[in-house]
């Protein structure tokens, strides 16, 4: 989802400020337009990783998503955003996992705006597909392996660990 979305903001002319833990993950945010590309593992500290992103956007980003949907990401990307900024809630933060402390005060202080997204409403597919045609949006740039419809379980098992970064792509058995 993160790299889908480096790719759309890079496309449509925006300064991407990408933040991943896993360095491949980080270097196809860099083949995919990100400008600025953060090791949050480097970034070591309360807000370390906000104060780097409010640095290499020159006081805070405009626009922020949190694709992975921890809680530490959650308010990583609240505490990026300059003033009148907003973030977008895209990766889930489910509700066993308790409930995320927010950072209120910035987004009162700095009028702040969140939103929660399920991902791209229908309506807008076709302007996605027509950028896409245009060769604007290169998905398949995003598959980094292929596997067999039998290699499924494993892979869902192993998107509880660290991503490397990228698509799979499933092959019919």
Request: hydrophobic fraction near 50%.
């Amino acid at each position: 989802m993160g790299l889908s979305a480096v790719m759309i903001a890079a496309a449509c002319g925006a300064q991407v400020v990408a933040v991943d833990i896993a360095p491949g993950a980080l270097e196809l945010a860099r083949r995919c337009g990100a400008t600025v590309c953060l090791d949050a593992r480097a970034l070591a500290g309360p807000g370390a990783v906000a104060a780097a992103v409010r640095d290499a956007t020159d006081g805070g980003a405009h626009l922020s998503l949190d694709t992975l949907g921890s809680h530490a990401t959650c308010a990583a990307s609240i505490e990026s955003l300059r003033r009148r900024g907003r973030h977008v809630q895209v990766g889930l933060l489910p509700a066993a996992q308790g409930r995320p402390a927010l950072p209120m005060d910035l987004v009162i202080a700095y009028e702040l705006e969140l939103r929660g997204s399920h991902g791209m409403a229908a309506h807008a597919y076709p302007e996605l597909l027509r950028l896409v045609t245009a060769g604007v949006l290169r998905p398949a740039e995003l598959v980094t392996r292929t596997i067999d419809l039998a290699e499924v379980p494993d892979a869902l098992a192993a998107m509880d660990g660290p991503a490397p970064g990228g698509m799979c792509l499933i092959r019919p058995a």
